[in-house]
């Protein structure tokens, strides 16, 4: 099995940054692609930013020259930098795993940003 733990969300004002993290445990292949996928109230699940574990990276087009997805293969964890927030940043993040075929999501953690 695996596990995916989040942290770093909160409150922050417009135009703030925050730093989310998330660590993931158990079975963990060395070929997989790891991400971020964000759900706003009353909307669905969509994707931020993912980055696979031989570096390539993709986001969404909301969230280009803002964002930045890193991660660390030693570590099995994967970052998300978010600058230059907006009102409609906020959302629930929730930490992908996909391996084998297979997608493992975290629990999740709210980001708010207040205008």
């Known amino acids: 099995q695996v596990q995916l733990v989040e942290s770093g969300g909160g409150l922050v004002q417009a135009g703030g940054s925050l730093r989310l993290s998330c660590a993931a445990s158990?079975?963990?292949?060395?070929?997989?692609?790891m991400g971020w996928y964000r759900q706003a109230p009353g909307k669905q699940r969509e994707l931020v930013a993912v980055?696979?574990?031989?570096?390539?990276?993709n986001y969404a087009d909301s969230v280009k020259d803002r964002f930045t997805i890193a991660r660390d293969n030693a570590k099995n964890t994967v970052y998300l930098q978010m600058n230059s927030l907006k009102p409609e940043d906020t959302a629930v993040y929730y930490c992908?795993?996909?391996?084998?075929?297979?997608?493992?999501w975290g629990r999740g953690t709210q980001v708010t940003v207040s205008s």
């Open positions: 158990g079975s963990i292949f060395s070929i997989n692609t």
């Open positions: 992908n795993i996909f391996q084998r075929f297979t997608n493992y």
């Open positions: 980055i696979t574990s031989g570096g390539s990276t």
